[in-house]
C-alpha cells in the first residue's frame, strides 16, 4: 500500500520539531534541531552558531542579514567628495538620499560655501587675512561655482570620445602645446580607472590652485620646515594592482 506522508514544521527557539502522519497511523522518527548537534539547522548561520544560538565566533558561518530596512550611505562615484565637502552629517545625508540630476542645484552652492570655508581656516592657520586666502580656479580652469557643480553630481561623467579617466593633466586635445595651461581641453572627470588615485587628484582640482600645487606643503623661506599646508594628497599611493575583470580585486598588502 502506497502512503501518503504530510510534513509539517514547528520552530520554537533554536528547537525545530518535524512530526509526519500518514493514512495508517504508523510512527514516524521526530527529529529536532538543537545547539550541540554538530548540524547546521534550525535558524543557526553557522554549526551550532547563530541565529538563537551563541554568536559564531569570528564572524564564521555567519550569513549576511538582508531583513530590515537599508539606505544607501555613499554614491561614491568620486569617493569622498560628499563628507569633505558636506556641512553636517544631515547635508550628507541628503544627499545621499538625492537624486542625481537634482544634486547639483540642491547642494553646489552649500559645497562651495565649504570650499571657501576651507581656505578661511587654512589663511588664519597661516596667520594671514581670510579675505586674502581664497579658492583659485584649478587646474582645470574651473572657478569655484563650476567646480562644486560637478562635484555636487556624485555620479561619473561619460564622454564616448574622449579617454576614461578622472583626471589626465597630459592630455592636448587640440594639439596646442598647452597641457598644464588650462585652454578647456584636458580630459577630466569622464569616469575613473582603476589606476587612477581619485582622493589625491579631487584635493588638487579643490586646494592645488592653476598649478595643481599650490598648497603642497612648501618651504616658503627654505629653513626646512614646511610653511604651507600638504593639501594636495592624502599621502597614500595606491600599490595594488587590481584585476581587470569584476570585482576588481587586488591582493591583500
Do not use: W
Amino acid at each position: 500500500m502506497k502512503r501518503r506522508i504530510l510534513y509539517f514544521c514547528l520552530t520554537v527557539g533554536a528547537i525545530t520539531t518535524f512530526a509526519a502522519c500518514s493514512n495508517d497511523d504508523e510512527p514516524m522518527p521526530v527529529v529536532m534541531a538543537t545547539c550541540s548537534d554538530g548540524i547546521m539547522n534550525g535558524n543557526e548561520t553557522g554549526v551550532d552558531c547563530g541565529g538563537s544560538c551563541t554568536p559564531c565566533e569570528n564572524g564564521m558561518g555567519m550569513e549576511p542579514d538582508f531583513s530590515g530596512t537599508y539606505t544607501q550611505v555613499d554614491f561614491m562615484g568620486r569617493p569622498g567628495i560628499n563628507t569633505v565637502l558636506s556641512a553636517d552629517d544631515a547635508t550628507k545625508d541628503a544627499h545621499n538620499n538625492a537624486i542625481p540630476s537634482e544634486m547639483a542645484a540642491m547642494f553646489q552652492a552649500s559645497f562651495e560655501a565649504r570650499l571657501e570655508a576651507y581656505h578661511d581656516v587654512y589663511a588664519e592657520l597661516l596667520g594671514l587675512d581670510p579675505m586674502d586666502v581664497n579658492y583659485e580656479n584649478n587646474i582645470l580652469g574651473l572657478d569655484a561655482a563650476t567646480l562644486t557643480g560637478y562635484l555636487a553630481a556624485d555620479v561619473l561623467e561619460i564622454a564616448p570620445d574622449l579617454p576614461t579617466t578622472y583626471f589626465d593633466p597630459g592630455t592636448d586635445a587640440d594639439m596646442d602645446g598647452s597641457i598644464l595651461v588650462p585652454d578647456g581641453d584636458e580630459v577630466a572627470l569622464t569616469g575613473r580607472t582603476l589606476q587612477d588615485d581619485i582622493i589625491d587628484v579631487s584635493l588638487i582640482l579643490l586646494f592645488g590652485g592653476e598649478t595643481g600645487d599650490r598648497f603642497s606643503g612648501q618651504d616658503t623661506d627654505m629653513d626646512g620646515t614646511p610653511d604651507l599646508p600638504r593639501l594636495t594628497s592624502d599621502g597614500v599611493s595606491l600599490t595594488a594592482t587590481p584585476t581587470d575583470t569584476f570585482p576588481y580585486l587586488g591582493a591583500p598588502e
